[in-house]
């Protein structure tokens, strides 16, 4: 019975399942009926707006391709006329152009007849006057020269007295100022050097046996001894003052040794070579700061410091260049120029003067060619290499130039013998005399002027303000001479009568 329950039961619970089972499917079949539905429904609406918004991208594609289409017109039709307008411009401008050459032909044929008539015109006046152009155009220059010879003379003396007094003031007045405002002390260097000794005893020590220790001293250091009979003394002569030096500290040194023999005499010129080398170095160096230059290079600060044992017709060299470049640059400060330019330039202007016993060459050449090899710039190099020339190039080298003239100018400064004196006037003077109607000339006030009297019936007034400006220039090409020279031409005529 329990089985035929169960069996019961199992067929209940099989036929309960089936029932569930078809209204579970029923009811998911009918909910994917109804999804199915809206799906298709909502597709027809998609493809509905899908197609109204084709339909409106047509329309206004439509649209714009037609504004466009306006558009392009419109550019075309304005493109067109600018074009034919351009092809009527380039007509008149071509109608133009062919005037133009037709025009400028006919200008050139009038031009040639002009010539031919002038040329004409120019040959009928040569035959009729008897002269050529040039000949006629020299005498009418000559005529008018001769007319107006009075007005031209005392109108060029106008100008140049004004000129000059104007241009002498001013350069007194800066001058003057730098003068005053560079005090130098001024000592004339001499070409011998004296030796104290302790006793005349010491003399016969230093001439040595035979003279053998004398000649081992001035062959080593290239100068004279001379023993004379001044007490105590001996004197060092020589052209070169490092030597002179050399041979003072080296015969210093023996006498206070004691010890005077050739193999001693070698070792205390070498030491004495030395010290002076160290001395000329702190000479260098001492200069360079007194000045202010800073970045030189310490050979050539070496070289600057020769200068201490160099003179120049008796001046010492050192001084003058420490003396040129204070000048330099106060001259520099007045006129606007570069001062540190002209210091530097004024403190190496003889550069060249330390080395040319020892190198061929003027010395603003062998000065220009250390400048070089040190590197210096050219601002610097062009005043040591123009301060001899009439017309330096830059403003800073004209500078150098007037300070180096007003260094060497100073009375004092330097020397000059009888006879160089002697022979500078009589140059002066055969310049002078050089030129055609010239009766004499004489070189007054130690060469700083030169008067000179014409012939008055060979020289008119114009003719001395050209012999003048002659012979100025004559001298200046020719002759040496520190500052300016003033040349005075003077034509007087006197005419004497006596009445009886």
Do not use: W
Not at 263 to 270: L, Q, S, T
Request: aromatic letters at 4%.
């Amino acid at each position: 019975m329990i089985a035929a329950m169960l069996i019961a039961g199992t067929a209940a619970g099989y036929y309960l399942r089936k029932i569930l089972a078809k209204r579970l499917a029923g009811s998911i079949e009918e909910k994917a009926e109804k999804i199915l539905t809206e799906a298709k429904a909502k597709q027809r609406e998609l493809l509905l707006q899908a197609k109204d918004r084709a339909i409106k991208v047509i329309d206004d594609a439509k649209h714009e391709e037609e504004e466009r289409r306006r558009e392009l017109i419109a550019a075309q039709k304005r493109l067109e006329n600018r074009e034919s307008l351009f092809d009527q411009k380039l007509l008149e401008l071509q109608e133009k152009q062919q005037k133009l050459y037709d025009r400028a032909g006919q200008i050139e044929k009038v031009k040639a007849e002009i010539q031919k008539i002038k040329e004409d015109q120019m040959a009928k006046l040569e035959r009729v006057a008897n002269l050529t152009r040039e000949e006629a155009k020299k005498l009418l220059l000559d005529t008018t020269e001769k007319n107006i010879q009075e007005e031209l003379v005392n109108r060029i003396n106008k100008l140049e007295r004004e000129s000059n007094e104007t241009l002498e003031k001013k350069a007194r007045d800066l001058i003057a100022l730098a003068i005053e405002r560079c005090a130098a002390s001024h000592a004339t260097e001499t070409t011998t050097t004296t030796v104290t000794l302790p006793s005349d005893e010491m003399k016969g020590r230093i001439i040595g046996r035979e003279g053998r220790n004398i000649k081992t001293i001035e062959q080593m250091t290239g100068t004279e001894i001379i023993v004379d009979d001044t007490p105590e003394a001996i004197t060092v002569s020589g052209f070169s003052p490092i030597r002179r030096h050399v041979a003072k500290r080296a015969l210093e040194k023996l006498i206070l040794d004691g010890r005077i023999h050739p193999g001693r005499i070698e070792e205390a010129v070498e030491q004495a070579k030395k010290d002076l080398a160290i001395d000329i170095k702190k000479a260098g160096e001492e200069a360079v700061y007194e000045i202010g230059v800073a970045g030189l290079d310490p050979k050539l600060i070496q070289i600057l410091g020769r200068l201490k044992y160099r003179t120049s017709y008796g001046q010492n060299a050192l001084k003058h260049s420490l003396e040129v470049a204070h000048l330099s640059a106060l001259l520099a400060e007045e006129l606007g120029a570069n001062v540190s330019v002209a210091k530097k330039a004024g403190l190496l202007h003889d550069i060249g003067k330390a080395v040319d016993h020892e190198v061929t060459g003027t010395h603003p050449e062998i000065g220009k060619d250390i400048a070089k090899k040190f590197n210096l710039p050219e601002e610097i190099i062009i005043p040591i290499a123009t301060h001899h020339e009439d017309t330096p190039p830059t403003l800073e080298a004209i500078i150098v130039k007037a300070a180096d003239a007003i260094s060497g100018a100073r009375p004092g400064a330097r020397k000059d013998t009888y006879e160089h004196y002697i022979q500078r006037l009589e140059d002066l003077e055969k310049v002078a005399t050089s030129f055609e109607g010239i009766e004499k000339a004489y070189a007054i006030q130690a060469g700083r002027e030169i008067r000179v009297f014409v012939t008055p019936d060979k020289v008119d007034d114009l003719g001395a303000v050209k012999l003048a400006q002659a012979i100025a220039k004559k001298i200046e090409e020719e002759l040496k001479y520190p500052g300016e020279i003033k040349v005075n031409v003077i034509r007087e005529k006197r005419v004497i009568e006596y009445a009886r």
